[in-house]
């Protein structure tokens, strides 16, 4: 059974960085694509980056330039690289991963940037 567990939200200041993992276990598969949404409080869940193996990596406008996605396929990981964090960016992060065309979601990471 394919479990993806995330990490490595935690408390920052406005302008640092954080580094969130999305890693899947249960499966000899490999990562077809991610997703990565936030939902901040009071707010619905919106997504935020996504990258399909082999496509085009998305941003949306408000983390474009700042956030990036990247991989390691040996760790069937894929992580969200944050920078200059600012403290609308404050919200739990959820990551979804594709393997064999379907999707499973980690459990949530929160993030807070303090101005």
């Known amino acids: 059974q394919v479990q993806v567990e995330e990490s490595g939200g935690g408390w920052v200041q406005a302008g640092g960085s954080l580094r969130l993992s999305c890693a899947a276990s249960?499966?000899?598969?490999?990562?077809?694509?991610v997703a990565w949404y936030r939902q901040g409080q009071g707010n619905q869940r919106e997504w935020i980056a996504s990258?399909?193996?082999?496509?085009?990596?998305n941003y949306a406008d408000s983390v474009k330039g700042r956030f990036a996605i990247s991989a390691d396929n040996a760790k069937n990981t894929r992580y969200l690289h944050m920078n200059s964090l600012k403290p609308e960016d404050t919200a739990v992060y959820y990551c979804?991963?594709?393997?064999?065309?379907?999707?499973?979601w980690g459990q949530g990471t929160q993030v807070t940037v303090s101005s």
């Open positions: 979804k991963l594709i393997i064999r065309q379907r999707d499973y």
């Open positions: 249960g499966t000899s598969f490999p990562i077809n694509g």
């Open positions: 990258r399909v193996s082999g496509g085009a990596t």
